[in-house]
């Protein structure tokens, strides 16, 4: 089959998804069509979604899917029709950081996972108006069928729930694999989390799975803070009624050793650098808006030996983290569950409100069956 029948959410103009009817074609070479059985929705999406990371409209989005191989294309190996999957960030695998282990990082990132296209400019998505913009994150996997790629799909064993999987493809190894693969974070250190979110708690999560000694959650909801206790945290802190940083300071005596920043507020950066005490290290994965300045004390950073590291996706390799997570889940070391509630598809814009005002952590929309 040449073409398949799909729904699929667009954004038309800023501000907005809405449901369309697509066809997409079949897989190419080196490319995989996934039966998407379900995707969260994240800050990447609704960033892109208000233009704030402009990129060409109309658009298809998500980048955290999780399915079941339908077609693989020539060369695909170690993939096969009825594979439970999760999707995650696309990479070249050719370049120094690729070949270094770093796919992150990977030279071709821009253009592989937000160019609207595949890298020769053609599209597997097309509606009765025309071309959609696709290969969002090499997937566009807000809806029923996505085309990725054997570099980002990921094989997955079959006796966890697959609609659970997918925020593991970025969101949730983005705060995991920041503890345990950027930062290392050993056992008996401590860590403080600024940020409740998703990816604020998978890094309280993880550190718990390090064996941190102290870790300490810091937002200024009490809800969050006392789902970040359930999680894992020793202590929690809300930035509303005190000064975090006089507050870590007073919890580990010289400040921590690991500071993890996830909100993308420049004022909050500083805090999670002042946070630290000698020779600790800052991980920055909040994405404040294009050009934004940070500012810290240099004597203070010079003099204490701090260090300032930014994160993107966890630095995993997903083919390897990723089924790590879900062992870890399986054995109910890593109840990221506690972060997620459902939706359909059509109802993606109730989603993101939710998301927007605190309401949900962690929005996963559920695919409609295909025909």
Same mark, same amino acid.
């Given at each position: 089959?040449?073409?398949?029948?799909?729904?699929? =959410?667009?954004? /038309?103009?800023?501000?907005?998804?809405?449901?369309?009817?697509?066809?997409?074609?079949?897989?190419?070479?080196? &490319?995989?069509?996934?039966?998407?059985? %379900?995707?969260?929705?994240? $800050?990447?999406?609704?960033?892109?979604?208000? !233009?704030?990371?402009?990129?060409?409209?109309?658009?298809?989005?998500? $980048?955290?899917?999780?399915?079941?191989?339908?077609?693989?294309? &020539?060369?695909? !190996?170690? @993939?096969?029709?009825?594979? $439970?999957?999760?999707?995650?960030?696309?990479?070249?695998?050719?370049? =120094?950081?690729?070949?270094?282990?770093?796919?992150?990082?990977?030279?071709?990132?821009?253009?592989?996972?937000?160019?609207?296209?595949?890298?020769?400019?053609?599209? %597997? @998505?097309?509606?009765?108006?025309?071309?959609?913009?696709?290969?969002?994150?090499?997937?566009?996997?807000?809806?029923?069928?996505?085309?990725? $790629?054997?570099?980002?799909?990921?094989?997955?064993?079959?006796?966890?729930?697959?609609?659970?999987?997918?925020?593991?493809?970025?969101?949730? !190894?983005?705060?995991?694999?920041?503890?345990?693969?950027?930062?290392?974070?050993?056992?008996?250190?401590?860590? =403080? %989390?600024?940020?409740?979110?998703?990816?604020?708690?998978?890094?309280?999560?993880?550190?718990?799975?390090?064996?941190? %000694?102290?870790?300490?959650?810091?937002?200024?909801?009490?809800?969050?803070?006392?789902?970040?206790? &359930?999680?894992?945290?020793?202590?929690?802190?809300?930035?509303?009624?005190?000064?975090?940083?006089?507050?870590?300071?007073?919890?580990?005596?010289?400040?921590?050793?690991?500071?993890?920043?996830?909100?993308?507020?420049?004022?909050?950066?500083?805090?999670?650098?002042?946070?630290?005490?000698? /020779?600790?290290?800052?991980?920055?994965?909040?994405?404040?808006?294009?050009?934004?300045?940070?500012?810290?004390?240099?004597?203070?950073?010079?003099?204490?030996?701090?260090?300032?590291?930014?994160?993107?996706?966890?630095?995993?390799?997903? /083919?390897?983290?990723?089924?790590?997570?879900?062992?870890?889940?399986?054995?109910?070391?890593?109840?990221?569950?506690?972060?997620? /509630?459902?939706?359909?598809?059509?109802?993606?814009?109730? =989603?993101?409100?939710?998301?927007?005002?605190?309401?949900?952590?962690?929005?996963? @929309?559920?695919?409609?069956?295909?025909?």
């Amino acid at each position: 089959m040449t073409q398949r029948e799909l729904q699929v =959410a667009v954004v /038309r103009e800023k501000g907005s998804f809405q449901i369309e009817n697509a066809r997409i074609g079949a897989p190419g070479p080196g &490319e995989v069509l996934v039966r998407v059985v %379900a995707a969260g929705l994240c $800050h990447t999406d609704l960033i892109v979604r208000d !233009q704030d990371l402009p990129l060409p409209l109309p658009m298809v989005l998500g $980048h955290e899917g999780s399915g079941v191989v339908e077609e693989v294309g &020539e060369g695909v !190996q170690g @993939l096969a029709p009825g594979d $439970h999957v999760v999707l995650s960030f696309h990479s070249c695998g050719e370049c =120094a950081t690729c070949q270094a282990g770093s796919p992150a990082y990977c030279e071709r990132f821009m253009p592989l996972n937000m160019g609207g296209a595949r890298e020769d400019g053609t599209h %597997a @998505l097309h509606s009765e108006a025309g071309v959609l913009h696709d290969q969002f994150f090499g997937q566009s996997s807000f809806g029923s069928y996505a085309l990725t $790629h054997a570099r980002n799909t990921v094989k997955v064993r079959r006796d966890v729930p697959l609609e659970l999987l997918g925020p593991l493809g970025c969101g949730i !190894q983005t705060g995991a694999g920041a503890v345990l693969r950027s930062m290392k974070v050993p056992a008996g250190s401590s860590l =403080a %989390a600024f940020g409740a979110g998703a990816v604020g708690l998978s890094a309280v999560m993880a550190a718990r799975v390090a064996g941190a %000694a102290v870790i300490i959650a810091v937002d200024t909801k009490p809800g969050r803070l006392e789902l970040a206790r &359930e999680l894992g945290a020793t202590h929690t802190v809300n930035a509303a009624e005190e000064d975090p940083v006089a507050a870590i300071r007073r919890l580990t005596g010289t400040g921590a050793n690991f500071t993890f920043e996830a909100t993308g507020l420049t004022s909050v950066m500083r805090q999670a650098v002042e946070a630290l005490g000698p /020779r600790g290290t800052c991980g920055i994965v909040g994405a404040p808006p294009a050009g934004a300045q940070a500012s810290f004390d240099v004597y203070d950073l010079l003099m204490l030996g701090k260090h300032i590291m930014g994160i993107v996706e966890g630095d995993s390799v997903p /083919r390897e983290f990723i089924p790590e997570l879900v062992d870890l889940y399986a054995e109910g070391r890593f109840p990221f569950d506690r972060l997620i /509630r459902y939706y359909d598809l059509a109802d993606i814009n109730q =989603a993101a409100a939710d998301s927007e005002s605190g309401v949900t952590l962690k929005p996963v @929309l559920r695919m409609p069956t295909p025909a």
